[in-house]
């Protein structure tokens, strides 16, 4: 039976232009997980309607989660009923036991079975711990299992940075079935996180094949934040090949691609329209497509001529708005109004700057903090959440130690700590790779990041009293996954926002970060702006800065700070004091760089941007986009 999928008539999506596969770019997130769970709740009944069952296809991950959310409230506050429903998971790690914290049969059910009525038995999540003798039998079972049900109506996928779908690494076969596959190292590095370490990632797991995946009726692949932008570009637009597993999708006659604005930012059809098709010529989009010229030619802004124009698709812009030379003047004033020493003004200001973890503050706009102190502003710094996960056990152990030896040698009652200490000693000694831990470490854990926030916005000229700990709820879980923003995390940044009365607000705007934090604190931030407009009438500035991961485009940024050699040194001294975070990290992410070096690179890459587009030459700079009042 056919399923009946509108997703033309998604109001909150667009459809890119000029991909061969279908693909969709929704406003956000959030409106993404609705449309697509009321997609399938739109098949689960539909199927029902006829005695059928529907069959889906699942992932787990951090990108489907909003989406299991939403069929969550449906079946919660509108009947959806599951009872009907046959699912067949992607895959699990092979050698990880079901209750491990990390398997998928542990993850889909706390995220999703648990809270629906999905009947036990059928349930399909591929065993990880079978022998190694009896994995070729499991795969069958497991493939026929797909066919008694009738095969898969809708599967849902995300995607790895390398291009995989389900398990199927680069160089899968197109024609595989479900099979004990080799995780890729770009996989195992990805994985690291929810592991605790790379060492401890399996080396390999269990997969729906290509080839399955392929059967199914229905295909969704969605993708979320910047870090996918690239691999959704290789897998849409690029060549159709093994290297990049998802690339395959396009032979299927009815997959889809479904992506936010931060995932489809590398898409031509987003990235430079102009190259496809006649666009409207909105002040944003000469904006664009003028800084994206000067980068193609590599010649400076006011030295475009009109043949540079016509070499690149823009004789329309140019027979529009041009000459050639007035273009490039607007687009060099835009630029140059980007550039602000002063980013509150002269004028003595309150401002806040709210950061997700404890050093973003200063990796993200250290030298800003520097410049609003010197600028004799108030300036405050709320610390969301206690970062407590992202210390290593021995930096624990040796502050539990210290304390203990400090306390004996200044003839302070030892007897408390030596049994706070044992309680390290006993956890930690009992721990295996990848255990979430006792609440006596993880507040050790949280007291080295707080001392070390405290230390890196002293260096930048804050004032000890000025810096908020907030310790939101939504990341009290002790491990990578965290709940969603919950009441209680938008009444304490109100609180906080009521008593500081700031006139300009900085928050970190980006969605790339991997573990979802950075969103999920802007989320909370924005809310509570919203609710307090509502009732006021009024809002703060808001400036939204970039975490460790990327930096805004040049056409993006609406402030770019200016630092000098000095300031640069004083940010890098600032994100030192983060020792815990130095050398290695715990949660590095891709970047191999730490993250003063990321930083340092950053903003100076920043500044040669500017200096090539023929602006002012600065030695770095920390660039900032204005919230236009919109959810993220
Ligand atoms: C998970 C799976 C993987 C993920 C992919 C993206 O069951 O099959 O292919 O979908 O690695 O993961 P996230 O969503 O965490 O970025």
Not at 33 to 49: F, M, P, W
Not at 128 to 147: F, K, M, Q, S
Not at 412 to 421: G, M, P, Y
Not at 578 to 594: I, N
């Amino acid at each position: 039976m056919a399923i009946t999928l509108h997703l033309t008539a998604a109001p909150a999506a667009r459809r890119v232009p000029g991909t061969e596969i279908p693909c969709y770019v929704f406003e956000s997130s959030r409106e993404l997980a609705r449309h697509v769970a009321h997609t399938i709740a739109g098949v689960i009944r539909e199927r029902n309607s006829f005695g059928q069952k529907a069959v889906l296809g699942l992932p787990t991950g951090s990108t489907p989660l909003g989406i299991y959310r939403e069929l969550i409230r449906l079946h919660r506050e509108e009947g959806l009923d599951f009872a009907g429903v046959v699912t067949f998971n992607l895959d699990e790690y092979y050698g990880v036991p079901r209750d491990q914290l990390q398997s998928y049969h542990r993850w889909m059910h706390e995220n999703f079975f648990q809270h629906v009525n999905v009947a036990p038995e059928s349930i399909h999540i591929p065993d990880g711990t079978v022998p190694l003798d009896d994995v070729d039998e499991h795969c069958r079972r497991y493939e026929a299992a797909i066919e008694r049900a009738g095969g898969i109506d809708v599967q849902l996928l995300g995607i790895g940075r390398n291009g995989h779908i389900g398990f199927n690494e680069p160089f899968s076969v197109r024609q595989s079935r479900t099979r004990l596959a080799t995780l890729d190292p770009v996989t195992r590095k990805d994985a690291a996180a929810d592991f605790f370490s790379e060492d401890n990632v399996p080396t390999q797991a269990l997969t729906m094949g290509l080839g399955t995946i392929l059967d199914a009726r229905k295909v969704l692949l969605v993708a979320l934040g910047e870090h996918k932008a690239g691999i959704i570009h290789e897998a849409v637009e690029g060549p159709l090949t093994d290297r990049v597993p998802a690339s395959f999708l396009r032979e299927h006659a009815d997959a889809a691609v479904l992506v936010d604005d931060a995932a489809a930012g590398q898409l031509m059809g987003v990235a430079t329209p102009w190259v496809l098709m006649p666009v409207e010529w909105t002040d944003p989009m000469i904006k664009r497509a003028v800084l994206w010229l000067s980068q193609q030619t590599g010649k400076a802004l006011l030295k475009l001529d009109e043949q540079d124009f016509r070499d690149h698709n823009l004789h329309r812009l140019l027979r529009h708005h041009g000459p050639a030379q007035s273009l490039a003047h607007r687009v060099f004033r835009w630029m140059m109004d980007t550039i602000e020493y002063h980013p509150a003004g002269r004028d003595a200001k309150r401002v806040i700057c709210f950061s997700p973890h404890p050093d973003d503050d200063v990796i993200s706009m250290g030298g800003t903090l520097i410049r609003l102190v010197e600028d004799r502003h108030e300036v405050h710094v709320a610390y969301m959440t206690s970062g407590n996960i992202a210390v290593f056990d021995h930096d624990a152990q040796r502050i539990a130690d210290l304390v203990v030896e400090f306390n004996r040698r200044f003839g302070i009652d030892v007897e408390r700590s030596l049994d706070v200490e044992a309680q390290v000693n006993q956890a930690l000694a009992g721990k295996t790779p990848g255990e979430p831990d006792t609440d006596t470490v993880l507040r050790i854990k949280a007291l080295i990041r707080w001392s070390e926030a405290k230390a890196g916005a002293i260096v930048c000229g804050c004032r000890e009293e000025h810096l908020h700990f907030l310790d939101l709820p939504f990341y009290r879980t002790g491990t990578i996954a965290k709940n969603p923003v919950g009441d209680d995390d938008v009444r304490i940044i109100r609180e906080l926002l009521a008593r500081v009365a700031p006139q300009q607000v900085y928050i970190a705007g980006d969605l790339s970060d991997p573990h979802g934090t950075h969103r999920t604190c802007a989320e909370a931030i924005i809310r509570a702006l919203v609710e307090i407009e509502a009732e006021t009438g009024s809002r703060p500035e808001v400036l939204l800065y970039r975490g460790a991961w990327q930096e805004w485009a040049p056409h993006e940024i609406d402030v770019a700070v200016p630092l000098s050699p000095r300031d640069l040194k004083q940010k890098k001294a600032a994100i030192f004091r983060h020792e815990s975070q130095k050398d290695s990290a715990l949660f590095p992410g891709p970047d191999t760089r730490e993250f003063w070096q990321r930083a340092e690179d950053r903003n100076r890459h920043t500044a040669d941007t500017y200096n090539q587009l023929g602006l002012p030459e600065y030695y770095a700079m920390e660039g900032f986009v204005r919230w236009s009042g919109e959810t993220l």
